[in-house]
């Protein structure tokens, strides 16, 4: 079949489509066949667009391979100088932090009020971008809302069990979805 026979035939199919309405079980069989035709339309479609995608691909993934053959020892040269700047920056950063700290200590100890602002380091040419992240979790402690739910474990109970499962605080449900075969 050629393109353009195959979007007619989509266009038809999508206008059988649009106008079809499912309160009987002879419009659920009308719709069972709808859907029938779309299955066989899909189908074409891809197959119509296969070798063209395919040889497609496989251009697309030589380029890239040649690429990142080239980019490799680039991409190794950026990550090691952007580490290196990295701990650096970061040792400074806390030492400035440090500083600030202290001097806002002796001012309150002084029962001086003040700004107290450290002047930051900078490079010409460098920006950096401060993230934060957990170091360290003590199980013991840690406040019941911050524990995950394993929603892919729930489900999979799910599935396995029916609705027969009882997990406390869990309510598990269904939900039907239309399929077809050919």
């Not at 038809?12 to 659920?28: H, M, P, R, T």
């Not at 001097?103 to 001086?112: F, M």
């Not at 040419?125 to 019941?144: A, F």
């Amino acid at each position: 079949m050629q393109e353009k026979e195959l979007v007619d035939q989509s266009k038809s199919i999508l206008e059988q489509a649009k106008e079809l309405v499912v309160f009987s079980k002879e419009d659920s069989e009308k719709a069972t066949g709808i859907l029938k035709l779309i299955l066989g339309a899909k189908k074409m479609i891809k197959d119509y667009w296969k070798d063209p995608k395919e040889k497609v691909n496989q251009a697309h993934k030589a380029v890239t391979a040649k690429e990142n053959e080239m980019l490799f020892p680039i991409l190794q040269a950026e990550k090691t100088t952007k580490d290196q700047i990295s701990r650096y920056a970061t040792e400074v950063r806390k030492k400035e932090m440090e500083a600030e700290a202290k001097l806002r200590e002796q001012a309150k100890e002084n029962d001086v009020k003040v700004e107290v602002k450290v002047e930051r380091e900078k490079v010409s040419g460098q920006t950096t971008k401060e993230t934060w992240y957990v170091e360290h979790i003590d199980r013991e402690k840690l406040p019941k809302e911050y524990w995950v739910i394993d929603m892919d474990r729930l489900d999979r109970i799910a599935k396995s069990e029916k609705g027969k499962a009882s997990v406390p605080g869990v309510k598990f449900d269904f939900r039907l979805r239309a399929e077809t075969r050919r």
